[in-house]
């Protein structure tokens, strides 16, 4: 599918899960070009007189929306926040999700941890049987994260996973840094059975901060596989 087409899909998502946003509502933005096209839509809602406040799960995001004159005030004051919307790199029909491809992992879970509700808002190239084809983005302490991407090594090994590949994610010839100032391994799993198990596993590794693996935290799923097929999963309460 051409990129052109794919952004307009990203948008037609974003702009389904606007639909879910009220006046006076808490709202955590996401990172990635999916989380943009929101922001974009936003802004112009906000410019027509729309009161929200929100929190950014980065950098970049919170520059992006002060830009187009959404309020954003640190996630402390704010939390609980009424809704998350953010994009996704995978994500699957029982919910669970992969993310960080753009490094905002750490923020984007502290922001969707913080939500009353997260909604993912995707193309169809998004929405996956089984997660892992798009590398796991896990992020590091750079102090000795050498030692600790052996860990991970060691880790997925014991959840099944032999000789994964675990690249530390460059950005010219520099190590790529997060907002935090960690660093990120990917690692390329290919097929992941037991998301939960993994996820349990890269958490209890001393030097990981976060990994990208986010399970029980989506609450809707908002997938534009077309134009005119723009699928909602909702994910029963307390399921
Ligand atoms: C950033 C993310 C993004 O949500 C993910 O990478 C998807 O990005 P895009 O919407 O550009 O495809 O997790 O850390």
Known sequence: MPESDIAALKRAAAARALEFVQEGMKLGLGTGSTAEA????????????LTVICSASSERTALNAKDRGIPIAPLAGLAPLDLTVDGADEADRDFNLIKGGGGALLREKIVANASNRMIV????????ERLGRFPLPVEVAEFGHGVTAEGIRRSLRECGHDGVAVALRQSGDAAYRTDGGNVIYDCALGSIAQPKRVADALKSITGVVEHGLFIDLATTLIVAHTFERIEVLERARNA
């Open 38 to 49: 929101f922001l974009e839509l936003l802004g112009e809602r906000v410019r027509g007189g």
């Open 121 to 128: 808002i995707a193309d169809g190239s998004k929405l996956v």
